[in-house]
């Protein structure tokens, strides 16, 4: 069968070298709509190189995304691509990510869940350099077809929104080209620019990468309420439930607890469609 769930979690983690400068941190910023208004002392933070810090989602692109690439080529995975869907993501940072660097991303299968018509493949990427380790990433890949072998289901987890008011409702505006942009940090799929490629996978035109509305989305937690301070944020999940539109604007909502942030994200023009689900900031 294409997954052997025991041949990919036995598996050896693969390693390679990653690098960036402030070039690769500038282009993702501005891929995620940096830069407005382009004079703007706190957009400068994210776009010019002498005031630069590195936005924790960084981490998703960093050494162009290929713990996840490595992932889905390890003994025992053998899918279609086209049936393969990105259903969540988790970065933990275990210190600040600079802005040039080198290191050794290690990838390895962590989990395969059974959930009977799909198997969900739990990828971890650590990465770290010679002064230790620098994040944990985790993407939760949805592949259909391939479930019904028997395996563990997995956890369940669900974030229980509050029933209260948020305490900060923001509006993010998706450029038309934004797309576009974004894609050279390294996702070359052309799902997000080839209107017909599109229309083949069932879009009436090319949608926003998922990781970009990750990243947008917590560009507004931290300007909004983080006082811009990238080094806060401890650890950053959501479940990718929707598709967006270039073109488009992110509702995005946030209720502030101790140390953590609880975040929605929706499409304003589709009467508030669910984009980002089940999302926590964590922060000091």
Known sequence: MPIDAAQALAAEPRSTEIAWDHKDVQLYHLGLGAGSPATDPDELRYTLESRLHVLPSFATVAGAGMGV???????????????????????????????????????????????????????????????????????????????????????????????RAPDRIVERAVREDQALLYRLSGDWNPLHADPDFAKLAGFDRPILHGLCTYGMTLKAVV??????????????????????????????????????????????????????????????
Do not use: C, N
Request: charged share 25%.
């Open 69 to 163: 690439v490595g992932g889905l080529s390890a003994p025992g995975i053998d899918v279609d691509l086209a049936a393969v869907l990105h259903g969540g993501q988790g970065i933990t940072l275990h210190r600040p990510i600079p802005v040039r660097g080198r290191a050794v991303s290690t990838s390895k299968v962590a989990a395969v869940y059974d959930k009977g018509k799909a198997a969900i493949l739990v990828l971890r990427t650590e990465v770290a350099d010679t002064d230790g380790p620098l994040w944990t990433s985790d993407a939760q890949i949805f592949v259909r077809g391939e479930g019904g072998f028997g395996g563990d289901r997995g956890p369940s987890v669900r974030v229980e929104q509050p029933e």
């Open 223 to 284: 300007d909004t309420l983080l006082d811009g301070e990238v080094g806060r944020v401890r650890s950053y999940t959501t479940r990718f439930t929707g598709v967006v539109f270039p073109g488009e604007t992110l509702r995005v909502r946030m209720w502030q607890g101790p140390g953590r942030i609880q975040v929605s994200v929706t499409a304003v023009e589709r009467d508030d469609a669910p984009v980002l689900s089940d999302t926590v900031v964590e922060h000091v």
